[in-house]
């Protein structure tokens, strides 16, 4: 098993920043580690919610410091959040949850779904508070359900390729087998059934017994956002062939312009498909990745076949090994769910910080693109989505690999990518992913050294 | 798999509490949901580190008012504590650190570990940082461990009956095979090599290719304190069978009086002996068992055999499949690897808090074990350790289980426990665990109602 965004090149660039060396890490999606600030208000939040003593102590401040400027303290908004936060959350934060998580979080997290997919009382399918389970990030909760579906090593899953690691070493570690599909670059990423049936005809010729199919929208590492034709066309294969879909979803807020398009709407007709949807608070506009916050909702729960054992009571058996999931990554998905309300004091520093955050990302992006356009042969596809660019590298020197490649620019730039083999990719092409993360000033400082070195290094 | 701590007596309380009975929560060892009070010096610390804002508000607040008294500021020592820790963290809460936990973190956590067990210059043998995984509770761990273990089904993880949940669950979805031994409950759970070896012979006879020995000390679910000879004749059993060492030591801050001896001392002198061991911070005097704070620190990394691998090596791309662990985790585990120092601003409270909960506790759990007294054929051996005790009922009624038993006693009293079959047990015995954590009031109503309850029941 190899973990590509913390394989060899992440190895090498911890040495050289040992050594000294200025390094952007852009192997991964980590925002916060190239000085994106947090949300203000989630923080403030989280920060009386580990010490409720100062919930009231603000109060009193307030009264007592009449005379100063009101970002010195806290809102009312925030305070009565939070009192309303601990009254529902009984326990405080240092005590297990309910394996699921707490009711009222996973009842935020339906409202919240319901609310993004425009489901109204007379169309739409409502979310399910308890279909729902909160997790440590969204890797857990994959993991468990691929753990779930797969019990012998004729089972396969359908995987995007490239894709993103977590997928093959997992189904690598169950013991199952992997059956790969390829997206169309040079459309922009696009997916059909003519692409989806010819994997499946080849995993059944090696009698292998597909189960499920992956989809990862927006994706990583293309960074593609998936159009409705296309999502129409994975939902109708996976009806035809009786899947399982595994719904990637945590880039759900990171289309720049677009409008997402949910797995979980996509299935308000098909009854009969078992939808497994993950979101995680890593990624969006709050980027908290260290807290590990995360969930996942099934819909239609699938039939466990001749046993009278429901699948939701056996998911909650597997997470319950665990007993809960953090309680500031549930807080967290808490606050993703309950945004500062239209008016309120938080308002409008939130929504701009929101905005400046996702503008920031999609012009980082597009700079990030832009100096492409400067490397010979560097082609990159598709609409800006996720945090990544995947660009194919279609001029390389004989006998160098995309990993050399980055290997040679982390050692001239201090710039960490990951090599398209890292995330699997059509034989006989070459790509890199990186991710559109760091602050303008740095980009305009590397960018033109990346350039000088890329068409020195195809060369070479 | 099934998992009784979370199992049909935790739904059934689950309904009766919506129904409006008021219920005790001692099915699992969750201090602050019984009303433990976090400890000061950690909460104040974690608030901040979420709004590192107020760490300089704090000193300016302080020259506003200087006329407040000093329990409504935060003292210099934890404003410097944060300071210094976010240089150290370098990228915050809310970005992914490295898979095993940063650098800073690992290194007190190896000084903690040496301070315990009294690491000398010319004498024991240090803790290595570069061994020491942080992990989302010690859960987390023992799955990465087993897993690595356990290849196939001939593979057997030698494990104490009765014994923590987790274990059977994990050999069990791993797909290996359970190899139980029998800690002596008459001489208050003791352990020698004749136990030992007994149950490994059985297993040898059924070809399972035992690979470790899991020990829980102090023990959950029994309570019960190895003593050191007890260690001793583990850790020579180890060393005559090869075999791994697990040391679930989660417990070591419940002792209540004696002193905790680490399997990292005891095998100070083999350093054949491949250990693991885990420790978090959900017990303890610490309880933050919602923060999911765990480690553990591997001691002479076993050989992966004819290859060039090294086992730390596979650990971190294990690990590495979730990215990190959260970092408020992380930070607990430093916040309990570096206590306030003697003679500091928070010491006197920190080390009052400390006590205070620990007395609390084993009072707690004497209160219980005396009223167990007046319950007829109720048998509670050996010393009080972790923070369960674990009686034998050598009465039922004819007919009735411990599984009967615990459910009717929650249905009459609220009181949540757990029948012994839940955790394996002797065949022909029953036994209930109680986590002693209710607070002494409620105690004082309850456990009249309980034993009024158990001289009926046994009688029925």
Known sequence: MEYAVRGPLYHKAAELKKQGKTIIPCNIGNPQSLGQKPITFYRQVLSLLEYPQHINRERILKKKLSNVNDEFCISDYVLDFCDDFLVKMETGMGAYTDSKGPPFIREAISRYIDKRDKVMSNTGVSSNPDN???????????????ELLICNENDGIMIPIPTYPLYTATINRMG????????????GWKLNKDILNKSLRTAKQKNINVKAIVVI???NPTGAILGRNSIFEIVEFAEENNLVILADEVYQDNLYGSEFFS??????????????????????FYGECGHRGGYFEVRNPFDLGNTNRNLIDILFKQVSVNLCSNTVGQSLIYLLSSPPKEGSDPYEQFMNEKKSVLEDLFSKASIIKDAFKQMEGMECYGEIGAMYLFPQMTILPEGKTDFDYCMSLLEETGLTTVNGTGFGQKEGTSHLRIAFLPPKDILKK???????FHNRYIRM
Chains 1, 2 share one sequence.
């Open 263 to 284: 797995f979980a709407q996509a299935i308000w007709d098909y009854s009969n498909i078992s939808l497994f949807s993950f979101h995680s608070t890593s990624k969006g």
């Open 132 to 146: 729902i389970f909160i997790t440590d990030g969204a890797s857990e909760g994959v993991k468990n359900i691929l």
């Open 217 to 219: 929208n927006p994706a």
């Open 176 to 187: 199952g087998a992997q059956v790969h599909y390829y997206p169309d670059e040079e459309s």
């Open 446 to 452: 590397v960018l033109p050294e990346w350039i000088d």
